[in-house]
Nanobody, 118 residues
Framework: VQLQASGGGLVQAGGSLRLSCAASGRTLTRYAMGWFRQAPGKERKFVGVITWSGSSYYANSVKGRFTISRDNAANTVYLQMNNLEPEDTAVYYC?????????????WGQGTQVTVSS
């Protein structure tokens, strides 16, 4: 499975961005798909996950502002980010969990940079 994350960029605080994670090589239908982020000098952190059935779970820091969705026909997962804050600045990665657990991730995208200016 190859994952291609895109949609990052520079946005002012309070703005929105939508990240996409397009998969090739295998259908994502039965996988859980997660989003993670890594700020400069910090560890990579969990942002959220969407299960194969469409249930989603989020880190407290983004709950209510970020939404994960999936389009199985397009083999793509999205991360809608609203009301962005400077603290959201990071490289964002998507990942696929083959066993559907959303705990163990087997494939990772290359990351897309999100920069939020104050």
């Amino acid at each position: 499975v190859q994952l291609q994350a895109s949609g990052g960029g520079l946005v002012q605080a309070g703005g929105s961005l939508r990240l996409s994670c397009a998969a090739s090589g295998r259908t994502l239908t039965r996988y859980a798909m997660g989003w993670f982020r890594q700020a400069p000098g910090k560890e990579r952190k969990f942002v959220g996950v969407i299960t194969w059935s469409g249930s989603s779970y989020y880190a407290n820091s983004v709950k209510g502002r970020f939404t994960i969705s999936r389009d199985n026909a397009a083999n793509t997962v999205y991360l809608q980010m609203n009301n962005l804050e400077p603290e959201d600045t990071a490289v964002y990665y998507c990942a696929a969990s083959i066993d559907g657990s959303g705990v163990k991730y087997d494939y990772w995208g290359q990351g897309t940079q999100v920069t939020v200016s104050s």
